[in-house]
Structures are given as C-alpha cells and as structure tokens.
C-alpha cells in the first residue's frame, strides 16, 4: 500500500510562488509514477504534472512555463514548483501514484491518493 502526504499549501497572492511536496511511503519510491492534480470548487479534477520512474514529465498546457516537477528519490518526494500563480489556479491539489503503469493525466487510472493541500490565490 502506498501513502501519501502532501504539503506546502497556503495562500498567495497574483504572481506568487508556492513549492507544493508530496511524500511517499510503503513502496519502491523510484519505481511510482508520481502525478499532481487539482480539484477547483464546483469542477472536475484535472491533471497538473506526472514524473514517471525515470523522471521525464508531463506538464498540463494550462500551467506549462508556470509549474514545474521534480522528484528526489532519496528523500522518497515529489516537488510541484508553482510559480506566476493565477487566481485560476486555486483549488485543491492532490498528489497521485501508480505502481504498475504511468497514465498521464488519467484521474481514474492513479490507485493511490494523498488528501490534498489546499491553494489559493488572490488578486
């Protein structure tokens, strides 16, 4: 069984930065395929970035140039850099893993889920 705890949620205001982690616990955190979702009130989730095992990553062409992924397997974490942040960027965001396959932005397909962190981004 995977676990996983997200952090680094807050409020922030237009153009602000927020650097959101997730960390895993219960698996061979090298082999998870790692995603960030959100969920903005009264919408669907939608994907935000995947890293796969071998860390290249997927970023969603609505934050592409503002967020950026990274993983640092020693410390079994996974980095959402969010910069330039938009009032639409507020919402819940939620880390995801796989074990066994690496499906994008497929919300269905992630087995494993934290409980989210909470952005908000005034103007």
């Known amino acids: 069984q995977v676990q996983l705890v997200e952090s680094g949620g807050g409020s922030v205001q237009t153009g602000g930065s927020l650097r959101l982690s997730c960390a895993a616990s219960?698996?061979?955190?090298?082999?998870?395929?790692m995603g960030w979702f959100r969920q903005a009130s009264g919408k669907e989730r939608e994907g935000v970035a995947r890293?796969?095992?071998?860390?290249?990553?997927m970023i969603a062409d609505s934050v592409k140039g503002r967020f950026a992924l990274s993983k640092d397997n020693a410390k079994n974490t996974v980095y959402l850099e969010m910069n330039s942040l938009k009032p639409e960027d507020t919402a819940m965001y939620y880390c995801?893993?796989?074990?066994?396959?690496?499906?994008?932005?497929?919300?269905?397909?992630?087995?494993?889920w934290g409980r989210g962190t909470q952005v908000t981004v005034s103007s």
């Open positions: 890293i796969n095992p071998g860390g290249a990553t």
């Open positions: 995801a893993a796989d074990r066994w396959n690496c499906p994008g932005f497929t919300v269905h397909a992630y087995p494993y």
């Open positions: 219960g698996y061979t955190f090298s082999s998870l395929c």
